[in-house]
């Protein structure tokens, strides 16, 4: 591992580590402004959205140019995107329209989050060699994670009482933010542009890419191609559909533990976010135990999804804070196992079929469209009023049984293809599965 791969970690590190915390204080506003519960995934909805939208351009934006100043570029629009959502009482607009405001605001942040993404992904490709690659990711995903805690407990400890207080009393904040949400969005804000000055500290690869396209139409058809490439290849589909099974059971997931933290605990919104910070720190260790799996062994870590799914099912029993504690530790650290293989072999596949910016394109894109979908149902059932504990059961179930779908999908491709076995052995330099 080179320098150039340490300053991309800290600067994923430190812009993850915001994008975490800003959700918490983005649903922090939202509930400043009375908004109804719902209005949390919505959020979440806005942000997976701005992925959706710009799959087909950010592959080719991000092999247009050297992958540092793509990051700083789009940190710099996650800082605008605080500015604007801390800007909301300025235009004068009502309750519901203030709502509104704060939910484009966030969908700017992620437009830059859309954007860093293939930027950040497709680096690490330009940088390791094949055989580099799981421990890499295992990096990326590990300090991903590790951030995610950080995030996730930095924005509740920004709202909590104590701290909100401290920093309406503070003579340099006090004549500029009047709530614990503005205090905490300035903040992060000022996160984001450290991480946009790291940026600018990576060298480049010299990696170059043929003159990519600019018209937005033949984008789209050229992209929908690269999707079918990949869903077409029979190792590419097998691990394109966990890590988009993944991410949006981790998206749902979260909001899921925010609503059951309050229902369930009776926590606030900055306890809830402990709980979180539990899960990520569970997916972190299991990221770093998936760092030993070769890519020739990948695909065997599948069951644990299942597994995944079914201590999931076990949430609606915990009745104490140390056992919800332990539970989502598990939770997260099965999840950080099974990912971080299957992220590489995508990873390695696409790169193999494809360029390094538009196959993370494409995997951002069935993940955020996942995350869409899946995110909407969450969304609905809370509009249904249904108790979160049958909402987490519903969860669970849909979970476990489409990992144990992708299992027999895998063990079929392998029987029918008997050569791919010999293809990952080749393509991760070790023996076959």
């Known amino acids: ?58 592959g080719a934006v991000s092999d247009s140019y050297p992958k540092g ?13 605080c500015l604007m959502m801390f800007c909301y009482g300025l235009f004068h607009l009502s309750a519901s329209g203030q709502v509104t405001f704060v939910c484009v605001a966030y969908a700017l942040v992620g437009i830059g989050a859309a954007g860093y993404s293939p930027a950040k992904y497709g680096i690490v490709t330009e940088m390791l060699p094949p055989l580099d690659l799981v421990k890499g990711n295992s990096w990326i995903e590990g300090m991903t994670v590790l951030s995610i805690i950080l995030g996730t407990v930095v924005g509740g400890i920004l709202i909590s009482p104590t701290v909100s207080a401290f920093f309406l009393r503070n003579a340099a904040l006090g004549n500029l933010v009047n709530t614990p949400a503005e205090a905490a969005i300035l903040i992060i804000a000022a996160i984001y ?6 940026n600018l500290a990576i060298p480049k690869t010299n990696m170059t890419y043929p003159i990519q396209q600019k018209n937005p139409l033949k984008l789209m058809k050229t992209f929908g191609g690269y999707v079918m490439i990949l869903w077409r290849d029979k190792l590419g589909q097998i691990s394109l559909a966990v890590t988009t099974l993944f991410w949006g059971a981790g998206a749902t997931l979260q909001l899921i533990v925010i609503e059951w933290g309050k229902q369930h605990l009776g926590y606030r919104l900055d306890q809830t976010s402990i ?95 996942n995350i869409l979908l899946m995110v909407a149902i969450y969304t609905l059932l809370l509009w249904l009023h249904l108790p979160i504990n049958i909402i987490i059961t519903i969860f669970a179930s849909i979970v476990a049984a489409l990992m144990l779908v992708l299992i027999r999908w895998c063990h079929r491709n392998l029987c029918r293809h008997p050569e791919l076995c010999d293809q990952i052995g080749q393509e991760g330099h070790g023996t076959a599965l």
């Open 1 to 58: 591992m080179n320098r150039g791969f340490y300053l991309v970690v800290a600067a994923q590190a430190l812009s993850s580590i915001a994008d975490n915390a800003l959700f918490i204080a983005a649903i922090a506003l939202i509930q400043q402004l009375q908004g109804p519960d719902w209005m949390a995934p919505v959020i979440k909805w806005f942000f997976a959205m701005s992925y959706v939208a710009l799959a087909a351009f950010v």
């Open 69 to 81: 100043q793509v990051m700083f570029a789009t940190n710099g629009l996650k800082v605008i995107g």
């Open 275 to 369: 709980l979180m910070g539990v899960t990520a720190l569970g997916t972190v260790v299991g990221a770093a135990a998936a760092g030993k799996v070769p890519l020739n062994k990948s695909l065997r870590v599948l069951p644990i999804g299942v597994v995944m799914g079914v201590l999931v099912m076990l949430m609606p029993w915990v009745t104490s804070a140390w056992s919800a504690y332990f539970l989502l530790f598990a939770i997260g650290a099965t999840s950080g196992f099974f990912v971080v293989p299957m992220n590489a072999l995508l990873q390695h596949r696409g790169h193999v079929l494809l360029s390094a910016g538009h196959s993370i394109a494409v995997q951002n894109f069935n993940e955020q469209l």
């Open 193 to 198: 542009s450290g991480a946009a000055i790291i």
